[in-house]
């Protein structure tokens, strides 16, 4: 079966760059959802999307925007990276038209800050 | 805010023993409990949830209970392989959000 697909899989970028993730969710599925896990901590959720509009919102600071497209695949941009934003990037997708909130997550973009 | 606890954070146990994992959480409007197991560097993946109308629900050699009224779910994993070693993730998350909210992990060992 199809999964979440992210791209890319490893980024490495400068302190003040920009980074853009991917994410393509399980066809037909219409909910994706970002989390941000550090080393050894749990996965914290930043934002979620239903349908192309903006569903849910965490603890996404001000710098990162997220937006999902017609065809449901959804792009994370981070601004003004910090050393701090180092983590495993997780978007996971459901079907939420169809009564299921079961989150099934994506393979991760490792992102690291130099 | 939803708040979820899990224990132990480390448990190591011989293969073909038990091992159970639990977590309390403290929204009461909390309607959905998965269950992920995560090894390192790789993907949450869902291994079994429960809904609050359910007690318990079994898989194979995995099991989970839900207590509402104590706000308490567990995870049960019978006969343990050393492939079930792994960082295991409790979480909840209600009606009105889309948010999961995780525990802090149970890494589980099982030694051959």
């Known amino acids: 079966a199809a999964g979440v697909i992210q791209s890319p899989r490893h980024l490495i970028k400068e302190k003040r760059e920009t980074a853009t993730l991917k994410c393509y969710p399980i066809p037909r599925h219409d909910t994706v959802y970002w989390y941000q896990q550090g080393p050894g901590q749990d996965p914290q959720f930043l934002i979620s999307?239903?349908?192309?509009?903006?569903?849910d919102k965490g603890s996404i600071p001000d710098r990162f925007s997220a937006q999902q497209f017609s065809d449901y695949h959804s792009e994370l941009n981070m601004s003004s990276l910090e050393l701090g934003d180092s983590a495993l990037y997780f978007c996971a997708s459901s079907l939420r038209t169809g009564g299921s909130d079961t989150q099934y997550f994506g393979p991760g973009t490792r992102l690291t800050v130099l | 805010g939803e708040n979820v606890e899990q224990h132990p954070s480390t448990l190591s146990v011989q293969e073909g023993d038990s091992a159970v994992i639990k977590c309390t959480y403290s929204d009461s409007a909390s309607n959905y409990f998965p269950w992920y197991k995560q090894e390192l560097g790789k993907r949450p993946q869902l291994i079994i949830d429960i809904r609050s109308n359910v007690g318990e629900k079994k898989d194979q050699r995995i099991a989970v209970t839900l207590n509402k009224t104590a706000k308490h779910f567990s995870l049960h994993i019978t006969e343990t392989q050393p492939e079930d070693s792994a960082v295991y993730f409790c979480a909840a998350t209600s009606y009105n959000t889309d948010k999961l909210i995780f525990g802090t992990g149970t890494r589980l060992q099982v030694f051959p």
């Open positions: 999307f239903y349908e192309k509009m903006q569903s």
